[in-house]
């Protein structure tokens, strides 16, 4: 095998490619842009590094930026996230270089970045930025040769936006998170879904009668506590924003502060892109056999070293992705799946369905880079709108649902001022 990668396994790659073409029906947008691709070539010549979850929709995504003329390697962007039969289809049937194995350590995860990096990238596509952050803190001789990059997530794009203000940014970012098709699907329905069967999944626990307690009312918390409240949970929602708070208020939840609901919850999790949202002494007060567990983007939403400091012994592996922390009066505290996205460490992160919009906003962002790069500042841009809204009339198109065109005396009354009551 010539093509470099660094996977669990290639003789996984037979279960990840049946995977691959699953998630493949149900990416009817991703699909028209790969026939378009396919013809057109927009991205011939172009040398990618894209650092996403390693997942059968992210195969989809770098398997059309192939076809589109890309030369392309992926690495993960989560120690915990990657699918190793996915990883090793892509190598063995797609020819597509991959360095990523579930589990790997801190060490094996920056190096893969590096590998990532010594493609020596046109265009970087990062999901939490980690890419973009490891070129300008480490790489910074491959810099000029970067013309853009694409980002997936909120906390990414937080921190794109913290380089930027700075000065300290050197090319342009599309922000996909940015894009209404992205962060009103799959942040709310496709986080909210995964989320719960993450949970579910790692600890079979029943959701109905239980009270869970969601950190944050922003696009995926609000979605978490929707699909929990739909199997029966009492939600309770911790903000520090008003109007979220507010909002969740009108929405029929309980809001309280974390330290109220602590002694209260029986299942917590964080998605807030914030740190320790759940902390020392929240855990001082919970109940024995509560299970906590992160679905933002990095590990430090849950303070885990607290905990693990508070533990009478090392935690306690009780089922995969359940750790079990002893405390001092004989509690029991679990944390899942390491305290990271628990949706795609113990479950398989969104369907289908909801990536087919966020990736078709990566492809088309990056088409858009390699058009534009030359009229961008070194600053964070949308993907246009019109483009958003155009994977919109797609995704409509393919799920069978027709809408109403505005006729030309609405197109007109709503532009003009003249007419009132
Ligand atoms: N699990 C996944 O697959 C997945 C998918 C998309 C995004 N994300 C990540 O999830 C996180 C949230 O993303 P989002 O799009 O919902 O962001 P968002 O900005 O819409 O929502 C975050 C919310 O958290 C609230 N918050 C901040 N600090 C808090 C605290 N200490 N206590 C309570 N609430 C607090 C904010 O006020 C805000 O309402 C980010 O890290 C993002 O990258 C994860």
Known sequence: MSIEHDVRSLDMAPGGRLRIEWAENDMPVLRQIRERFAKEKPLQGIRMAACLHVTTETANLVHTLQVGGADV????????????DVAASLVANYEIPV?????????????????????QPHITMDDGADLVSELHKNRTELIDGVIGGTEETTTGVIRLRAMAADGALRFPVVAVNDSDTKHMFDNRYGTGQSTIDGIIRATNLLIAGRTVVVGGYGWCSRGIAMRARGLGANVIVTEVDPLKALEAV??????????????????????????NVVDRH??????????????????????????????????????????????????????????????????EGHPA?????????????????????????NNVYRVPEDVDKEIARLKLEAMGVNIDVLTDEQLAYLNQWQEGT
């Open 250 to 275: 009108m929405d029929g939840y309980r809001v309280m502060p974390m330290i109220e609901a602590a002694p209260i919850g029986d299942v917590f999790v964080t998605s807030t892109g914030d740190i």
């Open 282 to 347: 929240h855990f001082e007060v919970m109940k024995n056999g509560a299970v906590v567990c992160n679905s933002g983007h990095f590990n430090v939403e849950l303070n885990i070293p607290a905990l693990a400091s508070m533990a009478v012994e090392e935690p306690r592996r009780v089922r995969p992705f359940v750790d079990q922390y002893i405390m001092p009066d004989g509690r029991r505290l679990h944390i899942l799946g390491e305290g990271r996205l628990i949706n795609l460490a113990a479950a």
């Open 353 to 377: 369905s909801v990536m087919d919009m966020s990736f078709a906003n990566q492809a088309l962002a990056a088409e858009y880079m390699v058009k534009h790069h030359d009229e961008l500042q």
């Open 99 to 119: 360095f990523a194995i579930k589990g790997e350590d801190n060490k094996t995860y920056y190096d893969h970045l590096q590998r990532a990096l010594d493609h």
């Open 73 to 84: 390697v992926l690495t993960a962007s989560n120690p915990l996230s990657t699918q190793d």
